[in-house]
Every structure is written in structure tokens, then in C-alpha cells.
């Protein structure tokens, strides 16, 4: 059994818009430069055939993937509780290893940005974060075993 992919409806009717996007106008347009550089005779040495594979290949690999997100949604209802962490919060926590704070967006997998700060509810740091409150502490349980700890500041 597929693995649940927890998501707001806002994520799940983002993903649907981006799929709609690359079947019904991104796939025909590749399709045409694919049968352009075709037109243009030996395919061994035209570098506008591959590329245009190329994209292609790219292309069907994500409608691949939105469609295994979408088929695999957890919709989950959006929470404006911010007594604790949850999906959707915005949390501040203190590292007292590195002395520093970070904050983070706590969302879906299809919406991680590492840089900008937005991780996962799966993530070891938002799966950390989970149903804590201002106050508590939370500890990260690394994949290569060391753990560290994390202290919740603020939640909006």
C-alpha cells in the first residue's frame, strides 16, 4: 500500500492546477517541437530532437509524480490553533547547540522549500515540532543516529 501524503485542500487544488497545466498545455507544446526537429531530418545528430525528448521525459516524470500525490492525498483541514505546532504553523525555536533561533513553516511534502524555511510534517525536524507547545522541547532525531534538541519560542 502507497504511503499517505498529508496536504492542505490548498496544496491538493495547487498540484491539480499544475497537472492540468502540464497535460493540456506544456505536453502539446514539447509534442510540436519534437515533430519541428523531426522535420529537420537525421535525428542522430539533432541536438533540438534531444532536448526536446529530454523535456518530455522531465515533463512525464512530474505529471507521473502530481498524479501519485494527488492519488495518494491525506487532506487534511487547515488549523489556525496555535497553541501547539501543527501543519500549517509558523515556528520559532531556540538551538541552544548552534545559539541560535530558526523559524520554520511546518507544511506538505509538496510544499518544501528547505530555503525558505518551509519543511515537512514527515522531515525529522517538523516530525520533532509535531503537537508540541511555547515552551517545550523538542528532539530531533537525526538519520545518522544523534539526536539534538529544540525549544519552542513562539507558534503562529
Known amino acids: 500500500m502507497a504511503d499517505?501524503?498529508?496536504?492542505?485542500?490548498?496544496?491538493?487544488?495547487?498540484?491539480k492546477k499544475e497537472l492540468e497545466y502540464l497535460v493540456k498545455t506544456k505536453r502539446p507544446e514539447i509534442i510540436e517541437r519534437i515533430a519541428?526537429?523531426?522535420?529537420?531530418?537525421?535525428?542522430?545528430?539533432?541536438?533540438?530532437?534531444?532536448?526536446?525528448?529530454?523535456?518530455?521525459?522531465?515533463?512525464?516524470?512530474?505529471?507521473?509524480?502530481?498524479?501519485?500525490?494527488?492519488?495518494?492525498?491525506?487532506?487534511?483541514?487547515?488549523?489556525t490553533d496555535t497553541s501547539y505546532v501543527h501543519l500549517g504553523s509558523v515556528v520559532t525555536v531556540y538551538d541552544e547547540d548552534l545559539e541560535e533561533e530558526q523559524t520554520y513553516s511546518i507544511t506538505s511534502v509538496t510544499e518544501v522549500d528547505v530555503m525558505a524555511g518551509k519543511i515537512s510534517v514527515e522531515s525529522p525536524v517538523?516530525?520533532?515540532?509535531?503537537?508540541?507547545?511555547?515552551?517545550?522541547?523538542a528532539t530531533?532525531?537525526?538519520?545518522?543516529?544523534t539526536d539534538y534538541s529544540l525549544k519552542i519560542i513562539k507558534i503562529s
Open 126 to 137: 517538523g516530525a520533532a515540532l509535531l503537537r508540541k507547545k511555547v515552551g517545550e522541547v
Open 140 to 145: 530531533v532525531k537525526c538519520p545518522d543516529g
Open 4 to 15: 499517505l501524503i498529508v496536504m492542505t485542500q490548498k496544496n491538493y487544488d495547487d498540484l
Open 36 to 79: 519541428e526537429a523531426r522535420s529537420h531530418g537525421d535525428l542522430s545528430e539533432n541536438a533540438e530532437y534531444d532536448a526536446a525528448r529530454e523535456e518530455q521525459r522531465s515533463n512525464e516524470g512530474k505529471i507521473a509524480e502530481i498524479e501519485y500525490k494527488l492519488k495518494n492525498a491525506d487532506i487534511r483541514k487547515e488549523v
